[in-house]
RNA sequence: GGUCCCGUAGCUCAACGGAUAGAGCAACUGCCUUCUAAGCAGUAGGUUACAGGUUCGAGCCCUGUCGGGAUCACCA
């Protein structure tokens, strides 16, 4: 069945074309619902052709609306106000637009196109567990994939662990000098957590000798000789924190050290490594479940921080590249408006960037990919472009696939999250705190009859995360967003369970559809459609395009913004209309199956986000 | 300082260049004898940061200004 959209835009052009002998791209007429205080579903703006017409607008408005009234059968009728033509479709399209959604249960989504695109969207460093910011990352990736899968691609999405490096090695050292051979099991955590404590403790010791040093002779007289004019003591000492770290600490020495052995494959080391590890994989897979997303693929930097080498040299023969008397090689993209870059040390070392284009490399050999999505933050906006701008240059076959879906940081109502103040929210905490608050809300609203405790836990917990979900994903993927604890768990307005009320609330209705039998194909001699009901059918008629525009812009929000409208219209609608009493079988017939187009769709869209509906609530 | 992003109701967010800028939260007021009130309806709240420009029409596009953020490492 064809979208009333792309025939009225046709059907407008085709006007244009006899009425003032002009041709006009159809896909250029502009076609918006009616604003509710007029009568009609959709306005057709006819500014652009009143020039051709050398006409007022409300004359062509009238000349077009009579056109489209005469040879498009949909057109009941029209009326025109300050140039803006109003049509009103008929009965019998709406009536076959519900049918045809009523037996598609897939309605909005397209087939398969052939299309591969790999979704990137989870990094997370293996020295702590996952937080807040993790969790915006997760959701809109997941999401993103979902949407890309629903317009008909294969999408692979994947995940690429930071496993080595500095950061875990701080881990192991603390834990291997003060961890006494304690397990996450026999201290009773969770193992990512575990993990992350001896970071912290790591942290703690060396901000403590820090302090300490700062006492000392040698440090007031490095002070003395190398502080700024009129430089605080503290702030000299706040700068030179990393330097101390690389210099003169004994910790980091010993960092280095385990990092050596790490790169030398020392087996002790590489034991306790995947000891560590594999503890803080096990933690991450719980909350990875607890937010109900998967992989596809798994990379660990571990594997792949030593690529991109031959990328250089290839580099350096196309000329892209170019070596300095040291050794080190860079690229100029000047030109281009950004920097000289580094890509290879002068002694032969990858930097980070250097391991992301082989990466890019490799997984395109891997994967053979149309596009490449990565979900990261936008702290990192820099670096991507002069990723893919090198990518390009390189003439590398995939570059004009690369996307980098970027985020804005998640900011508390405090400020920013930051570690050392102990303001990062935990993930794992988030997601017991939303199902808890659930759980409590639920309790003050009263027991409901004939659910199972099991069941009972189970929609709680969807309660509680499509709280914490719709919370994050709502918001545009660009924005910055602030996130306040309380009102993510609200459960009233505009949120998740709002919308899954409706879904409950259309279940409801379709239990008892099954429990009496009820006969609903009396629905299509329904006549009278009401406002509260066209509101639905529009709303509806627009989830394909929501769901096409939200996979070229990579915009979840879009998808969350459209559930919630439509959840809203349906409230309206069960408000204002009886559905089980209406007055004639017709109309029961009618609001059911359009209760149940809605709740589909709903569902749908809901999945796209990641969120699942309860049952009962 | 260069580059990029953001400034919309007290707060959190919407609005393919289209009609009188909309929701939710918070505040106040109504609506459960009737399909689940996690709902519905109403009141109040705005010079869309500011100044110009483009056009039939600008929150949206262009220029400038002011605020906020990010980034400009041989860190990752």
Same mark, same amino acid.
């Given at each position: 069945?064809?979208?009333?959209?792309? @025939?009225?835009?046709?059907?407008?052009?085709?006007?244009?074309?006899?009425?003032?002998?002009?041709?006009? !791209?159809?896909?250029?007429?502009?076609i918006n619902t009616t604003p509710p205080d007029f009568t009609g579903d959709y306005?057709?703006?006819?500014?652009?052709?009143?020039?051709?017409?050398?006409?007022?607008?409300?004359?062509?408005?009238? &000349?077009?609306? !009579?056109?489209?009234?005469?040879?498009?059968?949909?057109?009941?009728?029209?009326?025109?106000?300050?140039?803006?033509?109003?049509?009103?479709?008929?009965?019998? =399209?709406?009536?076959? #637009?519900?049918?045809?959604?009523?037996?598609?249960?897939? +309605?909005?989504?397209?087939?398969?196109?052939?299309?591969?695109?790999?979704?990137?969207?989870?990094? *997370?460093?293996?020295?702590?567990?996952?937080?807040?910011?993790?969790?915006?990352?997760?959701?809109?990736?997941?999401?993103?994939?979902?949407?890309?899968?629903?317009v008909g691609c294969e999408v692979v999405k994947t995940q690429i662990v930071n496993?080595?490096?500095?950061?875990?090695?701080?881990?192991?050292?603390?834990?291997?000098?003060?961890?006494?051979?304690?397990?996450?099991?026999?201290?009773?955590?969770?193992? !990512?957590?575990?993990?992350?404590?001896? =970071?912290?403790?790591?942290?703690?010791?060396?901000?403590?000798?820090?302090?300490?040093?700062?006492?000392?002779? &040698?440090?007031?007289?490095?002070?003395?000789?190398?502080?700024?004019?009129?430089q605080a003591e503290k702030e000299f000492f706040r700068e030179f924190k990393n330097?101390? #770290?690389?210099?003169?600490?004994?910790?980091?020495?010993?960092?280095?050290?385990?990092?050596?052995?790490?790169?030398?494959?020392?087996?002790?080391?590489?034991?306790?490594?995947?000891?560590?590890?594999?503890?803080?994989?096990?933690?991450?897979?719980?909350?990875?479940?607890?937010?109900?997303?998967?992989?596809?693929?798994? =990379?660990?930097?571990?594997?792949?921080?030593?690529?991109?080498?031959?990328?250089?040299?290839?580099?350096?023969?196309?000329?892209?590249?170019?070596?300095?008397?040291?050794?080190?090689?860079?690229?100029?993209?000047? /030109?281009?408006?950004? !920097?000289?870059?580094?890509?290879?040390? %002068?002694?032969?070392?990858?930097?980070?960037?250097?391991? /992301?284009?082989?990466?890019? $490399?490799?997984?395109?050999?891997?994967?053979?990919?149309?596009?490449?999505?990565?979900?990261?933050?936008?702290?990192?906006?820099?670096?991507?472009?002069?990723? +893919?701008?090198?990518?390009?240059?390189?003439?590398? *076959?995939?570059?004009?696939?690369?996307?980098?879906?970027?985020?804005?940081?998640?900011?508390?109502? @405090?400020?920013?999250?930051?570690?050392?103040?102990?303001?990062?929210? /935990?993930?794992?905490?988030?997601?017991?705190?939303?199902?808890?608050?659930?759980?409590?809300?639920?309790?003050?609203?009263?027991?409901?009859?004939?659910?199972?405790?099991?069941?009972?836990?189970?929609?709680?917990?969807?309660?509680?995360?499509?709280?914490?979900?719709?919370?994050?994903?709502?918001?545009?993927?660009?924005?910055?967003?602030?996130?306040?604890?309380?009102?993510?768990?609200?459960?009233?307005?505009?949120?998740?369970?709002?919308?899954? =009320?409706?879904?409950?609330?259309?279940?409801?209705?379709?239990?008892?559809?099954?429990?009496?039998?009820?006969?609903?194909?009396?629905?299509?001699?329904?006549?009278?459609? $009401?406002? $509260?009901?066209?509101?639905?059918?529009?709303?509806?008629?627009? #989830?394909?395009?929501?769901?096409?525009?939200?996979?070229?812009?990579?915009?979840?929000?879009?998808?969350?913004?459209?559930?919630?409208?439509?959840?809203?219209?349906?409230?309206? +609608?069960?408000?204002?209309?009886?559905?089980?009493?209406?007055?004639?079988?017709?109309?029961? %017939?009618?609001?059911?199956?359009?209760?149940?187009?809605?709740?589909?769709?709903?569902?749908?869209?809901?999945?796209?986000?990641?969120?699942?509906?309860?049952?009962?609530?």
């Amino acid at each position: 069945m064809s979208n009333i959209i792309s @025939t009225l835009q046709n059907a407008v052009a085709q006007a244009v074309g006899q009425i003032y002998s002009e041709a006009t !791209d159809p896909a250029k007429v502009q076609i918006n619902t009616t604003p509710p205080d007029f009568t009609g579903d959709y306005s057709v703006v006819v500014f652009p052709f009143v020039k051709i017409a050398k006409k007022a607008p409300d004359a062509a408005a009238a &000349e077009i609306g !009579d056109y489209l009234q005469k040879n498009v059968p949909e057109v009941k009728s029209f009326n025109v106000v300050k140039g803006f033509l109003n049509l009103e479709i008929s009965d019998v =399209y709406w009536q076959n #637009f519900l049918q045809s959604v009523v037996t598609n249960p897939g +309605f909005g989504r397209q087939p398969r196109n052939g299309r591969k695109v790999m979704v990137e969207y989870s990094s *997370p460093n293996t020295n702590k567990p996952l937080h807040l910011g993790h969790i915006r990352n997760i959701l809109l990736g997941w999401s993103c994939a979902q949407i890309l899968e629903a317009v008909g691609c294969e999408v692979v999405k994947t995940q690429i662990v930071n496993d080595r490096g500095v950061a875990i090695c701080k881990s192991m050292l603390s834990w291997e000098k003060w961890g006494d051979g304690k397990t996450p099991e026999s201290a009773g955590i969770k193992p !990512d957590h575990f993990v992350g404590d001896w =970071y912290v403790l790591f942290e703690q010791k060396s901000k403590e000798a820090y302090e300490a040093w700062q006492q000392s002779d &040698e440090a007031k007289r490095i002070f003395e000789t190398n502080k700024k004019a009129n430089q605080a003591e503290k702030e000299f000492f706040r700068e030179f924190k990393n330097k101390w #770290f690389n210099e003169h600490s004994a910790l980091g020495a010993e960092v280095r050290e385990m990092l050596l052995k790490w790169e030398a494959h020392e087996p002790a080391t590489m034991a306790l490594w995947n000891k560590m590890n594999n503890w803080v994989y096990e933690g991450f897979e719980q909350t990875y479940k607890d937010l109900g997303v998967s992989f596809d693929r798994l =990379y660990h930097e571990s594997d792949t921080y030593l690529l991109g080498k031959d990328i250089v040299e290839e580099g350096l023969a196309k000329g892209v590249f170019f070596k300095k008397d040291d050794g080190s090689v860079w690229v100029d993209l000047t /030109d281009a408006g950004y !920097d000289q870059k580094v890509v290879l040390r %002068a002694d032969g070392t990858s930097v980070y960037i250097t391991q /992301d284009l082989g990466t890019a $490399q490799m997984r395109h050999k891997e994967l053979g990919c149309e596009r490449y999505v990565y979900v990261v933050a936008d702290e990192q906006n820099y670096h991507f472009q002069v990723l +893919f701008e090198i990518l390009r240059r390189l003439g590398e *076959p995939y570059a004009k696939g690369l996307h980098h879906l970027s985020y804005g940081l998640v900011e508390l109502p @405090t400020g920013r999250m930051k570690t050392r103040e102990g303001t990062v929210v /935990d993930a794992d905490d988030l997601v017991a705190e939303v199902i808890r608050l659930a759980a409590e809300q639920a309790s003050e609203r009263g027991e409901i009859e004939g659910v199972s405790p099991q069941e009972k836990q189970e929609n709680l917990r969807k309660v509680g995360m499509g709280a914490l979900k719709f919370f994050i994903v709502k918001v545009h993927p660009k924005r910055k967003m602030i996130f306040n604890p309380e009102e993510s768990v609200d459960l009233q307005g505009q949120t998740g369970p709002y919308i899954q =009320y409706s879904y409950v609330r259309i279940n409801g209705l379709m239990q008892r559809v099954e429990k009496e039998n009820v006969d609903v194909s009396k629905a299509g001699a329904y006549t009278g459609i $009401q406002t $509260q009901e066209k509101e639905l059918l529009v709303a509806l008629h627009d #989830f394909p395009n929501v769901i096409q525009k939200a996979a070229e812009e990579y915009d979840p929000s879009l998808i969350a913004n459209f559930c919630y409208d439509l959840a809203k219209k349906y409230h309206r +609608f069960w408000h204002d209309l009886s559905i089980f009493n209406a007055d004639t079988a017709e109309a029961k %017939a009618f609001r059911l199956q359009l209760s149940r187009s809605v709740g589909q769709v709903l569902k749908s869209g809901m999945e796209l986000l990641g969120i699942e509906m309860p049952n009962r609530m």
